[in-house]
Structures are given as structure tokens and as C-alpha cells.
């Protein structure tokens, strides 16, 4: 495969880097298995402690010197990125499809991302600007400004191997960080492409060795970012029970956590819904990814009264569903991950099963040609009760739960009754519907849409959710400060020293 070799991709491969070098590791070798096919794509070797240290090291010296770049000529370097991307944006997206198992479109389209942050850093690199306040003391100026944190840590997950990384780092760049990047360990291959990459533009634009780090390991390596002091901010993308370990890890040290976790997103489709709308949003929702984003749409709650024509066209649709290798552009899901993410599939459809659910859509692990690696499942629809156990668990795989409901206010009270807040939406023609659902009594969740699903976020709104999905911010908006630490100023220009509040302390 000719993407491999033009993204420097070798049979065997180092995981730790600190920008244009490569560190040995004694670590373990990990291989890199593609769920498309079954085959082995490379292997990899782990980050050690050693290698670990080397790299914090690094990026705190880095970051003496990084920080004082002025922000427009960071933001220069992440232009050159961008630039760089969309030159390799083809084979990335090639890798990313490969070795995740999305489908192409997908893949290119996660590459498509990375080039938008680039172009909303660059811009963002000529504001991140502070207020100015009113002293209640005369000859006084008061005001308030931004200053880089230091390390970012930035610990992502496998669905979107290199997207969400670019989110993180590239705000971070220009607003002076340095960031050590750990990757999923299921994806290593898309990481050390995307190092190489940066490298290239790094060492043209003589960047500091250690603005931009890797370290490809397992759960342990993740364990020491967690509890590094060094590590002001761990940004990390996973599932809660992660999220959970790492903010307390991070919070017992007095550090920053940014938490981009589970989602369990509902689409609400009304009496007045364009039913085609919500047909395209809620299949796209359920099956893109194979079910394996954290905004995937995976219950539907539609009214009563058109509760049996969606259910129809549901079938119909599933019915002509292409699911089959991702790199043929026609086929519509890929995939799931590796064959433990297969057992959980089959573990929630036969809990919805003993919980009463009615499967309208049958799901099960497709076989035979084209199937070898043994993660091809079929998408699957499933009548329940939205208590349900099952219902309330977010489980990464194509499972849609449908319900039906009588009026808006008990179908809000049932998208908002389950742990997670990600992502929501209402397919509505109805101004009211539609503005009771974006209100204070309508939907919890961090992403409310209307007349859109509840996947394919834009890069210039901030990304997250609340309750259990962490309640961090990503890419747009003033998402920046979350990169940054916030110093208010005052001058006394005058001369005297009147004390704020009105104090006097006479000598």
C-alpha cells in the first residue's frame, strides 16, 4: 500500500519522538492489525519510563523558548501545517480508514478537520486577547491577560486517530504550550504519521525540538501523564470510566483536566419533522463510524403518531445498507475496531433482549468473503422502553434504540435521563418545538442541533458535553482558555497609593 511508504510508515516502528528524533524504547512491541482486512499493517515499539522522562524533559525546555515566539509566528508554523496536510491529506486519510476501519469518505473527512483547526488557530494566533476593567481608584489601570500553560498532555482515543489530537494541539501551539501526545494504542500507525509530518514543517521552521511530542503506550503511559505535576493540562478523550481515572488522578495534584467522554445521543423527531431530514440524519447517525463516535446517534424518540412510518423507513433503509471494507467508496460502514469491541456488540444486543427489547432489525457478526478479520457487524434497530439499562449505557457499536411519545416535554425529559449529555437534536418545522428545545427546560446536553443530527460537528463551535461526558470544551469558540492561565493586572500610574474598597492604613 503505497500511503504507507509516503507517510514514512516502516514494517517496524519507534513511539517515541520528540519532534525530528525518534527515541529506542526497551519497551514492548505492539503490532498494528487492521480490522478491515485482519492483516498486520507494522509494528510498533512502546514508550518506557526512560523514553518517557527523556520527552517531559525535552518539552519543558521547549517551552522556555516556545513561549516567547510571538503568537502570530506560531500561529505562521500551524499555517505551514495546514499547508503540509493538505498535501498528505489523501494517504492520511487512506491510513486513518485502514487502520481504524472508517470509511474513506470519513477518513478524508477527519483530515478535512485537522485542516480547519489549523486555519481557525491561525486565525485565533492574532486575538487571544484579555479585557479592560474600570479601577474604582484613580491613576489606576486594570486589565487582564493570557499566558501558555506549559505541557499540554493530550490522550485520545481510536475513533478519530488523528482529528482530535489536532484540536488540542494546534489551539495549544499558538497559544505557547508544548504537548505530549498519547495516542490510542489501537491506532499507533496514524500518530507516528501525523509526528512525521508536523517534524517536517517543525525543522523547516526551525521550531524547538519538544514542541511537539509522542508516546505511543498503553494504559500506563496515560497513568503517568495523569500524575505528572510537569503536565499542567491533561486533555483526554475516552470512555467515562477513563475520564473518571484521570480527573481524579489530575485533580489530586491540583492540575487541569479537559474531558471529552461518553456519549448517548438522541435524535427527537416530531410530528411536523421533514421526514426525510430525519431519515438521512438519524441512518447517518446510527451507522457512520460503525457506531463509533462519541456523537453518534443511538435513540431515537419519535412521536406517536408517525411512529409506524419511521418505523418502516428505518427498515427499508437498513435494508439497503452496504457494509463492507471502507476503502471502497461505495460501501456506507466499515468495521468495528478489534473483536473485543465485536463482544460488546453482541453483549448489549442480547442485554436489550432479556430486558424486553423487540429487535425490528436484526444485528449478528457478518461472515465469509470480505469478512476475515471477523469485525463486520450488521447495524441493528431495536424497539424498547427508554428506562431500560441498556438504553442508559453507551455501548460503541451500530445499535439504535427506537421509543415512541405523546407530547415534547416528555420526550425532552427523556432524551435528558440518561447519564451522558453529548450531543441532542429535534427534527421540527415547529418554531416552538424547536425553541422550547434549545431553552432552559429543553435539552442538557453540551450540542443541541435542529433539522440536523446529532453527528458531524463544525470546527468553529466549541466541542463537549456535560454531566457524565466530562463537561470539557475542544476546537472552537473561546475554547482557547482552556490552553492558557488568566493574570489580572493593575498599574497605579498616579502618586499616591489609594487602597481598593474604600481602606485607609495611615502611618
Not at 498494528?32 to 510498533?44: H, M
Not at 482557547?480 to 497609593?497: C, D, E, F, G, V
Amino acid at each position: 500500500m503505497d500511503f504507507l511508504e509516503k507517510l514514512g510508515i516502516d514494517s517496524f516502528n519507534q513511539g517515541i519522538s520528540t519532534g525530528v528524533h525518534w527515541i529506542g524504547s526497551e519497551a514492548q512491541i505492539i503490532p498494528s492489525v487492521s480490522p478491515v482486512d485482519g492483516k498486520l499493517i507494522a509494528s510498533v515499539f512502546l514508550a518506557d519510563k526512560n523514553g518517557y522522562e527523556t520527552v517531559v524533559t525535552k518539552a519543558q525546555e521547549a517551552f522556555r523558548e516556545w513561549r516567547l515566539w510571538p503568537a502570530p509566528k506560531r500561529g505562521e508554523v500551524v499555517r505551514e501545517i495546514g499547508m503540509f496536510l493538505r498535501k498528505h491529506k489523501h494517504d492520511l486519510g487512506q491510513l486513518v480508514s485502514y487502520e481504524m476501519g472508517k470509511s474513506l469518505q470519513e477518513g478524508w473527512g477527519e483530515v478535512q478537520e485537522m485542516i480547519d483547526i489549523c486555519d481557525f488557530a491561525v486565525g485565533l494566533s492574532r486575538q487571544g486577547d484579555g479585557l479592560t476593567m474600570q479601577s474604582e481608584r484613580p491613576g489606576h489601570r486594570m486589565y487582564e491577560q493570557w499566558h501558555p500553560l506549559g505541557i499540554t498532555g493530550i490522550i485520545s482515543a481510536f475513533n478519530f486517530p488523528v482529528a482530535v489530537w489536532s484540536w488540542n494541539a494546534m489551539l495549544a501551539w499558538v497559544c505557547g504550550d508544548v504537548c505530549i501526545w498519547k495516542p490510542s494504542e489501537k491506532v499507533p500507525l496514524c500518530s507516528i504519521a501525523c509526528q512525521k509530518i508536523v517534524a517536517g514543517v517543525f525543522e523547516k521552521m526551525q521550531v524547538p525540538e519538544g514542541v511537539s511530542n509522542l508516546l505511543v503506550g498503553e494504559r500506563e503511559t496515560g497513568e503517568w501523564m495523569a500524575n505528572d505535576h510537569r503536565i499542567p493540562l491533561v486533555s483526554a478523550t475516552g470512555s467515562t470510566r477513563m475520564g473518571r481515572a484521570v480527573g481524579v488522578a489530575v485533580a489530586e495534584r491540583m492540575g487541569r483536566s479537559l474531558l471529552e467522554l461518553g456519549g448517548n445521543n438522541a435524535i427527537i423527531i416530531s410530528p411536523d419533522a421533514d421526514i426525510d431530514i430525519a431519515m438521512t440524519g438519524a441512518v447517518f447517525g446510527a451507522v457512520g463510524t460503525a457506531g463509533q463516535r462519541c456523537t453518534t446517534t443511538r435513540r431515537l424518540i419519535i412521536h406517536r403518531s408517525i411512529y409506524e412510518e419511521m418505523k418502516s423507513r428505518l427498515v427499508a433503509a437498513y435494508s439497503q445498507l452496504k457494509i463492507g471494507n471502507p476503502l471502497k467508496e461505495e460501501n456506507h460502514a466499515g468495521p468495528l475496531i478489534d473483536t473485543l469491541a465485536v463482544d460488546m456488540y453482541l453483549k448489549a444486543i442480547q442485554a436489550c433482549k432479556e430486558e424486553g427489547g423487540n429487535f425490528i432489525v436484526e444485528g449478528g457478526v457478518l461472515t465469509g468473503d470480505g469478512f476475515e478479520s471477523g469485525c463486520y457487524v450488521k447495524p441493528c434497530i431495536a424497539e424498547v422502553k427508554p428506562e431500560y439499562k441498556i438504553v442508559c449505557t453507551e455501548t460503541f457499536a451500530p445499535i439504535l434504540y427506537i421509543m415512541p411519545y405523546d407530547e415534547l416535554e416528555e420526550a425532552i425529559d427523556i432524551q435528558n435521563s440518561v447519564p451522558q449529555g453529548l450531543s441532542s437534536s429535534i427534527i421540527t418545522k415547529n418554531l416552538r418545538e424547536a425553541e422550547l428545545f434549545l431553552s432552559q427546560a429543553g435539552s442538557d446536553c453540551g450540542i443541541a442541533n435542529v433539522n440536523i443530527g446529532t453527528s458531524g460537528a463544525e470546527i468553529g463551535g466549541a466541542f463537549g458535553g456535560e454531566k457524565e461526558t466530562g463537561g470539557g470544551r475542544e476546537s472552537g469558540s473561546d475554547s482557547w482558555k482552556a490552553y492558557m492561565r488568566r493574570q489580572t493586572n493593575t498599574i497605579n500610574y498616579s502618586s499616591k497609593l489609594p487602597l481598593a474598597q474604600g481602606i485607609r492604613f495611615d502611618l
